[in-house]
């Protein structure tokens, strides 16, 4: 039985940045609900994946160093263990990860025609197809045997999973492994990560979830590596079950008995995440009226998808935040979905002529950006951040670094 568990209001699409101050948004509730039968989180309503995923899709996985050192080590980790004849990447955005493959033995596919150009543009075969029937029968003509499936944070952005998981079993090699990356429930749950819900995360996967569903294709999770990417994400090594030659690591089980320990299987589990949801809103708004009421100044660093939601769920806009300020072409000079704030292009580092406080929508590449701008920390500026708990993060972080 699926139960909502966390209504999060009225929300926009997270990635439909307007071009201009007050266009016109669709709104839609977003609720969170759990289904117990198959212990899978999703998000209430579905948008259609044509709507979202089209010719001018923002997100570009190059923005962070952060994934590119993550794309690069897995890279490595695969040649050497599994030496693939072939790989396909399943949502391959501007290539980032597949550029480390030979453009002879790697096969893009990628919705968004936008990202599709891009690796094409670089030599790569590129499908600018979802991952469905009709695709991988045209790919089963130019790779009958797949040795190498990848795929970082999309399959959490397909409605039907069914679909997904069968074409990857229907089209793995008898000794293939497909490889799947998406934040993990367990630690947004550990972390308040609430922003992890929005009209393109479907799903957020925990293992357990994930292991119920592979069994009806008969196919197992036989490793994983716990990443710190995304506020916490988990990369499931599948395989077929009937392969014996790849062992199940005992990591699996570990994660496993974590994931029933902290309850993932219960849904009062899920009545109190939320309840500190509505608390951490509470707390975060808090904060953002206090500073106002101090007449000091706010901007936003990272326009992040994730941090829409908490925008439209705190009600923070244009009133509280002068303007946000990244990295991504697309986004420069357009507008927030639904809070209204405009983007400037980051073009150096950040001063405290600039403001005294920064809401760090990109929170989960806090590492990288606090590293970045330890001059405006080290001359007084702020953070703002939700993540674990709401609160300022000032001077004293320096020292950490
Ligand atoms: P990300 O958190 O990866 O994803 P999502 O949009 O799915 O929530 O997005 C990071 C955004 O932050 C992206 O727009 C690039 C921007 N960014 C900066 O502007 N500066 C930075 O130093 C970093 C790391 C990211």
Known sequence: MKKIFLNLGLQPMANNFAIKSKNKQKFYNLKIKFDNKNYLTSISKIIPSKNIYNSHYPYLSSMSKTMQVSFKNLAKKIKNKYKPKNI??????????????????????????????????????????????????????????????????????????????????????????????????????????????????????????????????????????????????????????????????????????????????????????????????????????????????????????KSATVLNFCKINNKHIDYFLDTTPYKINKYTPGSNILIKKYERKLSTEDCEYAFLGAW??????????????RKGGKFITHVPFPGIIGKKFKNKL
């Open 88 to 305: 396909i990447e399943i949502g391959s955005n501007d290539g980032s990860f597949i550029k480390y493959f030979n453009k002879k033995n790697a096969l893009c596919v990628e919705p968004c025609s936008n990202l599709a150009k891009l690796t094409r543009n670089k030599g790569y075969k590129t499908f600018n197809n979802f991952w469905d029937y009709s695709l991988i029968k045209k790919i089963k003509k130019i790779i009958p045997n797949v040795d190498f499936i990848y795929s970082a944070n999309t399959i959490s952005h397909i409605n039907n999973l069914n679909t997904t998981f069968d074409c990857i079993k229907k089209i793995l090699s008898k000794n293939g492994v497909a490889v799947i990356e998406d934040p993990s429930l367990l630690e947004s749950f550990k972390k308040n990560i609430y922003d992890q819900f929005y009209n393109e995360h479907v799903y957020v996967f925990s293992l357990i979830s994930l292991k119920k569903i592979l069994t009806k294709y008969n196919l197992e999770i036989f490793d994983i590596d716990r990443l710190s990417t995304h506020g916490g994400s988990l990369r499931y090594y599948i395989k077929h079950n009937k392969n014996n030659k790849l062992k199940i690591n005992k990591k699996v089980f570990i994660q496993e008995k974590k994931e029933i320990k902290f309850g993932l299987n219960k849904f009062k589990t899920y009545i109190k995440f939320a309840e500190r949801v509505y608390d951490s809103k509470k707390k975060l708004v808090d904060i953002f009226n206090k500073i106002k009421k101090n007449k000091k100044r706010i901007i936003g660093y990272g326009a992040t998808a």
């Open 364 to 377: 989960n590449f806090k590492k990288e950006i606090f590293l970045k701008e330890k001059d405006f920390l």
